[in-house]
């Protein structure tokens, strides 16, 4: 899990909440409540799912890893009850729009950075 923190650390410093909750607002992936699976602890679970083959198989495994890293990587968040069919429903509701775009943003602020250190070790 404290990979899982790292990744996510590294990936928050490029891609703000608020970006993503302006990228969410634009392909109306909004939170009807907060309480429920909020959009942008939603992404980054996803995202960071990828990355743990424990986490793959079915919704079952999915929403066990969600429910242990929601602690780890949002302490701060009130407590959040998840069940397959809330996964379910989250993922049905968040078009695929909505994670081409953040993508997109992603690649552009990496090139951007890789650039940026790329011609600063020329000189």
Not at 97 to 113: C, D, G, N, P, S
């Amino acid at each position: 899990m404290e990979l899982v923190q790292e990744h996510y650390q590294a990936f928050a410093r490029v891609l703000s909440d608020d970006e993503l909750k302006r990228l969410a607002a634009e392909h109306a992936v909004i939170d009807q409540r907060e309480r429920r699976l909020p959009v942008r602890i939603f992404f980054w679970l996803m995202v960071l799912s990828a990355s743990q083959p424990s986490a793959r198989g079915g919704l079952f495994q999915l929403a066990a890893f969600f429910v242990a890293a929601l602690t780890k990587l949002f302490p701060r968040q009130p407590a959040i009850q998840l069940s397959k069919m809330a996964l379910s429903k989250k993922l049905k509701a968040t078009t695929w729009r909505f994670f081409q775009a953040v993508y997109q943003t992603l690649l552009t602020r990496y090139e951007k950075l890789w650039l940026f250190g790329n011609c600063r070790d020329a000189h």
